[in-house]
Antibody
Framework: QVRFVQSGAELKKPGASVKVSCKASGDTFTIYAIHWVRQAPGQRPEWMGWINAANGKTKYSPNFQGRVTLSRDTSASTAFMELTSLRSEDTAIYFC?????????????WGQGTLVTVSS | EIVLTQSPGTLSLSPGERATLSCRASQSLNNNYLAWYQQKPGQAPRLLIHGAASRATGIPDRFSGSGSGTDFTLTISRLEPEDFAVYYCQQYGSSPRTFGQGTKVEIK
């Protein structure tokens, strides 16, 4: 079964960009759709979008359209989430997640999360 | 965008008691594509239920899901100490996927 290990915590200034990585192991990377979910302190999770690891096709939540870019490097079995024009409200834990259950769309495999703090 | 509303916000119960959590959708969910997650502090959400009523692998049978259309329920038949956590519902039949605001199950 696939497992995800994400990159470490980031501290960014307002207006900057951040790029978080999600490295897969334990299974063939390209069979998965990699989703990104963020969770601000004390708030509900928020879905950001997903990338098809096989062909790189993406779909973004309208709430992030234009500010988020999902990409992947199949040779490194790694997915990336880049968020630009950061503001304090983007302070959150960012998770990658995927679906391994056949005919389901629920996220049963998650990375450990990456804390992104936006502060001047 | 489908809005999910969970109730109650907080449930104060004792170990051994039954917990009933509700999730209401602003519109009917395609194919009952509704999941329930458990989250503890500092951890990623853990999938409990998918397809409204199917337990994920390794989830104890004290957890059960039911409902269809716009109204869904997560029931924990007898609370164990490790069940005190925050629970979220999520719909995945419509884009963007959305989560409810959560129900905290705390020790009374």
């Amino acid at each position: 079964q696939v497992r995800f290990v994400q990159s470490g915590a980031e501290l960014k200034k307002p207006g900057a960009s951040v790029k978080v990585s999600c490295k897969a192991s334990g299974d063939t990377f390209t069979i998965y759709a990699i989703h990104w979910v963020r969770q601000a302190p004390g708030q509900r999770p928020e879905w950001m979008g997903w990338i098809n690891a096989a062909n790189g096709k993406t779909k973004y939540s309208p709430n992030f359209q234009g500010r988020v870019t999902l990409s992947r490097d199949t040779s490194a079995s790694t997915a990336f989430m880049e968020l630009t024009s950061l503001r304090s409200e983007d302070t959150a834990i960012y998770f990658c997640a995927t679906i391994s259950i056949s005919f389901s769309g629920a996220f049963d495999i998650w990375g450990q999360g990456t804390l992104v703090t936006v502060s001047s | 965008e489908i809005v999910l509303t969970q109730s109650p916000g907080t449930l104060s119960l004792s170990p051994g008691e039954r917990a009933t959590l509700s999730c209401r959708a602003s519109q009917s969910l395609n194919n009952n594509y509704l999941a329930w997650y458990q989250q503890k502090p500092g951890q990623a959400p853990r999938l409990l239920i998918h397809g409204a009523a199917s337990r994920a692998t390794g989830i104890p049978d004290r957890f059960s899901g039911s409902g269809s259309g716009t109204d869904f329920t997560l029931t924990i038949s007898r609370l164990e100490p490790e069940d005190f956590a925050v629970y979220y519902c999520q719909q995945y039949g419509s884009s963007p996927r959305t989560f409810g605001q959560g129900t905290k199950v705390e020790i009374k």
